[in-house]
């Protein structure tokens, strides 16, 4: 084997085609996964040539990432829910399926008795606005979403994906299911109302679903008054 200083001082000239090879060793990358990404190489920026200079943009790969990640937040027992998928079983249900499918992007509080498919139509209305790509969508149960104010609340290192989204002024959407499902403190009213004021001043979607209609809510002491109006002032309601 030649030395390192033969390979580093001899003339190229002088090298025989082996040594050559032998001085510049391959890199054997066949370990490192292929990149999903042939533009950006999975750096989720893109070379753009300008006149007199070049410059970067966000690679397409990135919206299509992020639209694969919230697809695969829906349950597994939801995975399925679309409005082609949705099958009425009595013209109500058929006339909730038309009104969602005219305005998908639109605010409703779904209500009707369990089973009738209010959360079917809500992960449909998600998949449709997840996959159009143009809304940032957060899906959540009353108790996760109370758990993650709480947290957003005690935790000052955590930032709350919904409310950060809800106090911006870029397009959002909230679905929140199972509003009823909630044992009403004073801390839970003060959180959930800053929530849906938020969504209100910024002209947020909302779509919800729950067993009882609005005014049930209310009386039952589901929810309180000040946040039933705010749905009331947003949602279109349907029954299901």
């Known amino acids: 084997m030649q030395s390192v200083a033969r390979i580093l001082t001899a003339n ?8 050559r090879a032998a001085a510049i060793p391959s890199i054997d990358r066949g370990n490192e996964p292929e990149p999903e990404c042939r533009h950006c190489m999975d750096s989720g920026w893109r070379r753009v040539d300008l006149p007199g200079s070049a410059g970067m943009r966000q690679c397409e790969c990135v919206v299509e990432k992020a639209r694969r990640r919230a697809l695969a937040l829906i349950p597994e027992r939801f995975r399925d829910s679309s409005f082609e998928s949705f099958k009425p079983r009595d013209p109500k249900q058929q006339r909730a399926l038309s009104q969602m499918r005219k305005d998908s992007g639109g605010s409703f509080y779904l209500t009707g008795a369990y089973g009738n498919g209010k959360t079917h139509l809500l992960y449909a209305q998600y998949r449709e606005l997840v996959t159009a790509g143009q809304v940032r969508c957060h899906v ?15 935790d000052e290192d955590f930032v709350s994906p919904v409310i950060a989204a809800a ?9 929140w299911d199972d509003i009823d499902k909630l044992k ?9 109302f800053d929530l849906a004021d938020s969504l209100y001043r910024q002209k ?3 779509t919800v679903t729950g067993n009882y209609s609005m005014r049930d809510l209310v009386e039952h002491e589901r929810m309180h008054p000040a946040i039933v ?3 009331d002032d947003m949602c279109r309601v349907v029954e299901v």
């Not at 190229?12 to 040594?19: F, T």
């Not at 959540?140 to 005690?154: C, H, N």
């Open 184 to 192: 009403l403190t004073d801390f839970k009213i003060e959180v959930l």
């Open 229 to 231: 109006r705010r749905l």
């Open 204 to 206: 947020h979607g909302l």
């Open 140 to 154: 959540r149960t009353t108790r996760e979403l109370v758990e993650e104010l709480r947290r957003a609340e005690f």
């Open 167 to 175: 106090s911006r002024r870029a397009l959002y959407h909230l679905f």
């Open 12 to 19: 190229p000239v002088e090298l025989q085609i082996g040594e």
